[in-house]
Every structure is written in C-alpha cells, then in structure tokens.
C-alpha cells in the first residue's frame, strides 16, 4: 500500500474533521474542509515535510533484508532482517544480551538513496503474547555518505525519543527537524539493564535535490545596543558551525519562513529562527554572501530557488544580484563562465518570496554562488535546486514509494493510483453526506424538542452528531464518555442516570460543571446539604448578570453569619453588611432546567476548598430557586488587572493602581490549587479564565463560574448559530474539533489564564485572529505541522513560566502537566 504515515493516523484525521462537524457551524465546517483539501494538494516543487510522510518499505518489504544490519542480535530468529514494522507479526530484532544503560547497539538501515525522512515509527516484540520486549525511548543516527554518523537532535536539542510503552502498539516520533539522509541507525537507549527488541518503519520522500551540503558563513544576531533582536543562525545545520560546513540544516527543512522574520512557524523558538541571514558589513560578508553547494553526483540545473525575505522596513531586502560558477567534476577546476542573474527589487510588497534564477542547464556537481546585499540585511529561509530529470517532479514523487531497487516495475503503480484517488474520491462523499445528514438530524430534533429548552445547549447537539462516532462507530477513547445512544436520542428522557460523567450547563447560563455521576434519578430537597435561608432577609443591591433560565444578583445577606454559625466561611467584614452573590432561576424555567439547578446546587455544596467559590445557603422551598455564594469585593481577576500596571517607580510616585510580579505568581499559585481541588474530585471546569477567578481584598482568589452570564464578555465567547456560546480562546483544540472536555482541556484554559494575568489582561488572547480564524488555528493545534500560532511571551513573564505555558498547549493530553504538577511547579516562585 502506498499510505501516509500510517493508515491509522489518517483515518483518524478523516474522523475527527468529521466529528467536529456538528460542534461548529457551517461556515467553520467548510474551512475546516476545504483546509483539509488544500493542505493535500498543496505542494509547489519544494518538499513539504507535512505530505512528504510515505513508508519507505520496511513493512512491505521494498527494502531487503541485505540493507537491514545490526550491531548484533540474540537469535537467529531475532535478527535485523525482522525488524519490520507489522500489525500482527511476531518477529523483532533484540540486540544480544541485556542492553546496559552505556551500551551503543543499533539496527541500521540503508534506504539505498538519499531521503528526505521525516517519520519514525517502531513497535517492539509481541511473539503471539510470550514475547514483551520493547524499547521505551531510543536514538537515531544517519550519515549520508555511509562513513560520517551523525545525531539526530530535535529542535530544542534533546536526543532521545520516547519510544514504545507496550510490545505491540506502534508509535511514531515525526522528527522535527526532518533530516536528509541515506543510512540511518537505531539506538536503543534504556535507564536500567534490560531487554530490548524493535520493529521499525521510516517515512519520508526521495531527496530529488541530490545536495549533500552546503557551505555558508554562520547566520549572525540582529542586535540593537543592549538587546537581540532576531538570532538569524543555522540552528539545524548538521555540519561543522563556525563557518557552515559540510552539512544541511533550515536551508533545506522545508519550512518557508513567514514575511515578518521575527515570528516563526516552530513552536515557541526565538525571533528569527526560520531564516538564515547576514550583515552586509560584518567580517565575513563584505557585500556579499558567497555559499558553495555539493551534489551526490552530477546534474544539468535548470534553476536554483531561493526564498528570501523582504522586510524591508527593517533593512531586509532580497539580493540585488547573483552569480553562480560550476564546477563539473569533484576534480575539476571552477569553470571559467559563471551565470549572472539581476533580481528586480520590489520597495513596494514586503512579502517573502521565492526567487528563482535560471542555471541554464549547466552541468556540475558543485556550484558555488555569490548573493550581493542589496541592503543591511539578507534572509533566507529555503534553497532549492531543479535539475533536468527532476522537473516533471509529480511522477518521481510517486515513484520515491519504492526506494530500493526490488522496486516493482512501473506499470504496476498506475492501478494503484487509481485506486487511491477512487478511495480518496468515495471518503469525500461519504463526509459530504455525513455532513448533510448530521445537519438534517440536527434541524429534526431542534423542531421535536421543546424550542425553550434547546438553547444554548451545544453538548447535546454535538452528542447528537458525535453520537454515531464516538458512541456507536468505534471510534472512541475510552475516556471520551460524550454520551451513550441513549442518551443522544432521547434527550427529554432524564439523561444522566446512564453515564459515568454527567455535565451540566448551569441554567443561570454560566458554565457547565462535569461532574461524576449521580445515583439518583431525580433530586429533592433531602439531597441538598445547604441550609434553607430565609429569602427576605436577601436584600438587593445590584444585578451582576443573566443567563437563559436565571439572573445573578449581589445581594446583602442579614444576618447570614449568625445564620450559618460558628465558623462560617464568611470572610471578616467589619461591622459592615455581608454581600452575597444570589443566582436565582426565573419563573418560566423549563422542568429540565429546574433539575439541572438543583442538581448544581448539590454539586455546589460538594464543593470546599479555599480557593473555590462557596456554596452558602439556598432557597429550594418556595419558587424562584436561590443559590447564595460568596461574593467577593474586587470583583474579577480580568477587571482587577486590567485596571492595573506594574509596580514601578512611576506608579509609586503617581499613586497608580499598580499589581507586583510576586502578587501575579501568588494568584496563578491559588488558581493551579483550587483546580487542582477539582481534578481530584474529577470535576471539569471547562470555562477556566481570568474573568472567572474573583478577588477579596487580600488578593485571596476564588474559581467561580460566572463569566458566561455577563455581557461584559460576550466578546470572549462565540456563538454558533445563535444556539451555544463558546470560550473558544480558552478552548483546547480538542474542545473544539471534537467536544472532548477533560481535566487536561481545563489545563489548556489554565495556561491561557496565566498568559492573560502575565499580559495583566490588557489583551483578548489571540487579539489578532478572528473567531474564524481561532477555529482554524486549532485545526493547525490539531495536524501539529508547526503552522499553529501560539500566544505570545509575554514581556513581564519569567521564561520558566512560559514554558509552563506551551506545555498546557502541548497537543497531546498526556504531554500537558497536572494541575498538581503545576501548583509544585508555581509556588516555590512566590516567596522569591
Ligand atoms: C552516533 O553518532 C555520534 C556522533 O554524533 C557518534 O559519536 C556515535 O558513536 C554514533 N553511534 C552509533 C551507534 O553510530
Ligand atoms: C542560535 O541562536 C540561538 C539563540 O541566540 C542559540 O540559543 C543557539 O544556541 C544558536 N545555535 C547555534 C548552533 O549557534
Ligand atoms: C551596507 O548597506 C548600507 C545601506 O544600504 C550601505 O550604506 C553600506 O555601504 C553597505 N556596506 C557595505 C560594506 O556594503
Ligand atoms: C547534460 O546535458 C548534456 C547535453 O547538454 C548531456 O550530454 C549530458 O548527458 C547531460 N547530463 C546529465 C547528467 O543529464
């Protein structure tokens, strides 16, 4: 089969686009869709790493036994030629004896040509249940040449890739930075003696460039007196540094550089990573910039393209002109004609670009270039070059399927192309039709249910629609407890006695608690633990908001602390009156909202933690419903800070308002507790943010949950067709795609917290996107390509919380931290 990655990975892809069909409304649908479509035919001559995923022929077989070799192996019937990846095979390579924690041994393979490699995948021994071996984490090292080895290191630097946790689960590692390669070794790396066996698959594409290195003076820093600007270095290259050479590195990593160089496509690396760029009057480059390029053999180059930037409002233009000598042979002198090419300079669009100069059909297998300045600085971010062959480049992509040379004869591909586009042509109508029916279903049971009790309920929409995937088709995790078909189909039935995890959507119009389930099928006022207040003495002060079935009002309380006795939790009010939050529900409330707020009033009352908002009394006995909780004086965290700015000298003087970074720290450490509080009772927030976090006068913070209600912050949440309202610049993606809400989506919205109380919430989180394009961006969370735009570091925020930050948006839910995790790793801040 000539699939991506792995079968599984892009099935999954097709579900989940599916699956977030139904969360989103139908604009968002068909950019989701016609993203999926556009990010599977773009491709314009370069390698793009995203589609450049094919199995290189471990699996299959197109690599021969002869090209797999071992350092050593255990049996005969563990040696390396069984060292391919396999759904239900048993075999394995194990190198021999125990694996010490200093031992060196590998597989290698030897793909037979130079590759563009951008996957790993491997498995470890299963043998029909008796074999459990397996390699938890494992190096890679490749050489081109067969003689120089080199280690693969990601982008942070780090060697070691996590491998598998079972013996027959496949895992794959992308690698980022991809590399350029012939030979590659497996190393197996372990913490304790043991044993080790691996199956393995590689991906990637046929290296069409046939460049082997190029040379160029290291990338320089973009200083301004007293600070770094941009770090225009090649921070991949896998060569030697101090001049490049001998090596490839971002030049060649398919990633195109944005046209502000300062912002990056990788994950939060420094300004400037994407490109390579020099000084016109440093040491090295006087004028100009002269690169030498080596090519594994001999080529007629038709053209050479280089993506430049041309910011030029920071001095960075595209060069004015180049020229390029040849030489034929390794042996032979540099050729006395070089090619001259003059750019047209363009003041006017500061987009990168891709320029390209005609070769003329030059033979070589070296070329050398000199790049003249055409102002203080010249960036690029990608070299690529086209030799004759390789022009007509859609048909050789489809033949680097079969790297080796027991590769099948070339009529054999043809039907299975067909095959492929008949498949990818029949999934498409398949989803259209999901769409169509999934929207017809969804306007049916609109029109059956009561049109009042409708409103607003998003996740029993999204179960409906879900409901055939991730209940009935067997697509589901088994912690995606969405709901059962039961309960999607029936929903006026009382829908909670079913489920291990019930949510509700508080009916004041605030957010939606999740919560473990109740025994019960219907509550009554024995199961509310809060003592019945008497509702005269609820003064009214002033409304704080409204929901769809209910209102919040402050109220003041006479006589609450005596009513609730001895040590109440009412915080010390000096002689003056005791406010109160009051969320009352409105006359007209539907019998299901009616048991939905009872049923959040127990939840409510469950609650006790010092940094949670507390439930304090009830009215259940006469109509309307009442909560009493806490009200807290300085409002909510968003209004505090936003109203503030940083101690400073100037603010002292001028008597500002003003929060220092300690008081910042004290308050992420009291949030990271009180959700740690719920996690350990397995509740769900699902609408953690500043605006949700309430204040007493000593900065103690309380979790509370009513942003939604307010019109303050509507901005802060998207509609979708009028029905639900979403946080959607908190949300984790997999929120959004795939209406999954778990504790480590509320550890997403946690760190987006954090963001806003660093950038003392003076800005929406994302400011720049629209909702249309939030949505999108969560589609780039989701694919992890590195085109996903990440929240900003923000300037008061020490770098070890930033990091904290990006691991919350890790797009795996186990790669994000604990909110335990979190609070250990925040408090020993504080007292700095
Ligand atoms: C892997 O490469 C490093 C150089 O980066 C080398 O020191 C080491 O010996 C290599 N190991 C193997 C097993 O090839
Ligand atoms: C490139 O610059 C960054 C940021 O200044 C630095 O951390 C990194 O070590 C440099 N890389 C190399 C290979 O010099
Ligand atoms: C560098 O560029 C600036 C601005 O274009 C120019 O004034 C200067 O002469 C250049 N220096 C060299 C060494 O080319
Ligand atoms: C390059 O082109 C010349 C003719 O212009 C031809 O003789 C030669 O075989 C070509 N070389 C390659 C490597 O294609």
């Known amino acids: 089969m000539t699939s991506f990655s792995s079968s599984s990975s892009s099935s999954s892809v097709f579900f989940s686009q599916t699956c977030s069909v139904c969360g989103c409304d139908r604009r968002t649908i068909m950019h989701l869709f016609l993203l999926l479509i556009l990010h599977a035919t773009a491709a314009d001559g370069q390698i793009d790493p995203a589609h450049c995923r094919y199995a290189l022929g471990m699996e299959d077989g197109r690599i021969r036994d002869q090209d797999i070799t071992a350092s ?16 239900d095979g048993d075999g394995a390579w194990c190198p021999e004896g125990q694996l010490e924690p200093t031992d060196s041994q590998y597989l290698q393979v030897d793909l037979g040509r130079l590759t563009f490699m951008t996957v790993v995948g491997t498995q470890g021994r299963f043998a029909r249940n008796s074999g459990n071996e397996f390699a938890r ?50 190393i197996p790396v372990t913490r304790v003696s043991t044993t080790v066996c691996m199956r393995v698959e590689l991906y990637g594409c046929q290296w069409d460039d046939g460049l082997i290195s190029y040379d160029a003076p290291e990338g320089q820093l973009m200083m301004r007196p007293g600070y770094l600007i941009a770090s225009l270095n090649d921070s991949t290259y896998d060569g030697t540094h101090e001049r490049l050479s001998g090596g490839l590195g971002q030049l060649t990593d398919g990633v195109v550089g944005l046209d502000d160089f300062l912002r990056s496509r990788q994950y939060h690396v420094w300004p400037g990573y994407d490109y390579l760029g020099w000084r ?16 594994e053999r001999q080529k007629n180059f038709t ?30 002198g540099w050729g006395a004609e070089p090619v001259v090419f003059k750019t047209v300079l363009d003041d006017r669009n500061p987009s990168a670009r891709y320029v390209t100069v005609p070769l003329n059909q030059q033979t070589a297998t070296s070329i050398r270039c000199r790049f003249t300045f055409a102002d203080v600085w010249m960036m690029f971010s990608e070299i690529s070059f086209q030799s004759g062959k390789t022009n007509t480049n859609k048909q050789t992509n489809t033949q680097t399927i079969h790297p080796s040379a027991s590769a099948p004869p070339d009529d054999g591909k043809t039907p299975v192309l067909i095959g492929c586009l008949v498949t990818i042509i029949l999934l498409l109508v398949l989803i259209i039709f999901f769409i169509l029916w999934c929207q017809y279903v969804c306007k049916v049971l609109e029109k059956v249910r009561n049109p009042a009790a409708n409103q607003s309920n998003l996740q029993r929409l999204t179960c409906v629609c879900l409901c055939p995937l991730a209940c009935g088709g067997g697509y589901a995790e088994p912690d995606v407890t969405q709901c059962t078909p039961h309960q999607c189909f029936h ?31 219907s509550l009554t006022r024995k199961d509310i633990s809060a003592a019945e207040f008497p509702r005269q003495q609820l003064i009214f002060r002033e409304k704080l908001g409204e929901g769809q079935f209910g209102e919040v009002h402050l109220c003041e309380a006479e006589g609450l602390p005596e009513f609730l006795g001895e040590g109440s939790p009412l915080p010390e009010r000096d002689g003056r ?5 009051v969320k009352q529900l409105r006359a007209d409330a539907t019998a299901q909202a009616r048991n939905d707020f009872l049923k959040e009033i127990k939840i409510m009352s469950r609650l006790n933690d010092a940094n949670i908002i507390r439930l304090l009394c009830v009215c259940v006995t006469s109509d309307p419903l009442c ?160 085109r996903q735009i990440f929240l ?18 890790s797009r795996d839910l186990p790669d994000r931290p604990t909110f335990e995790g979190l609070f250990q790793a925040l408090r020993p801040h504080v007292h700095q």
């Open 72 to 87: 050593s192996h255990w049996y005969q019937t563990t040696g390396p030629q069984y060292a391919r990846l396999e759904p």
């Open 137 to 186: 984490a494992y190096r890679l090292n490749y050489s081109r040449d067969g003689v120089t080895w080199k280690t693969w290191k990601n982008r942070l630097g780090s060697t070691v890739m996590e491998g598998n946790r079972n013996a027959y689960t496949s895992v794959i590692n992308d690698l980022h930075p991809p590399i350029v390669t012939r030979y590659v070794r497996l």
């Open 280 to 295: 016109n009057d440093s040491a090295g480059t006087q004028g100009s910039v002269e690169m030498e390029f080596s090519f």
């Open 303 to 332: 053209s050479m393209k280089v993506h430049s930037n041309n910011m030029f409002s920071r001095g960075v233009k595209i060069f004015s002109s180049v020229t390029c000598w040849f030489k034929p042979r390794l042996t032979a």
């Open 491 to 521: 929903s006026d039935a009382p829908h909670y006695a079913e489920t291990d995890i019930v949510r509700l959507q508080g009916v004041t119009g605030s957010n939606m608690y999740a919560v473990p389930a109740l025994t019960v099928d």
């Open 577 to 581: 009156a005791v406010l109160v939050a």
């Open 627 to 786: 909560m009493v909780t806490e009200y807290m004086e300085n409002g909510d965290l968003h209004m505090f800070l936003s109203q503030r700015e940083m101690e400073s000298t100037l603010t002292h003087a001028n008597n500002i308002p003003s929060v220092s970074l300690s008081d910042l720290l004290h308050m992420s450490v009291q949030i990271s507790s009180g959700m740690a509080y719920l996690a350990s009772l397995n509740f769900v927030h699902r609408d953690l943010a500043s605006r949700n976090c309430l204040l007493d006068r000593r900065l103690t913070i309380k979790i509370a949950d009513f942003g939604m209600s307010r019109n303050l912050y509507s901005s802060d949440y998207y509609r979708i067709q009028g029905r639900a309202v979403l946080p959607i610049r908190w949300m984790a993606w997999e929120s959004i795609l795939l209406g999954k809400f778990t504790t480590a989506s509320d550890v997403w919205a946690f760190g987006v917290t954090l963001w806003e109380i660093f950038t003392l919430c003076k800005e929406q989180p994302y400011s720049l996107l629209s909702d249309q394009q939030v949505i999108q961006n969560t589609g780039e969370f989701f694919r992890n390509q590195g």
């Open 792 to 809: 900003y570091a923000p300037p008061l925020c020490p770098p070890s919380l930033f990091e904290l930050m990006m691991r919350c948006w």
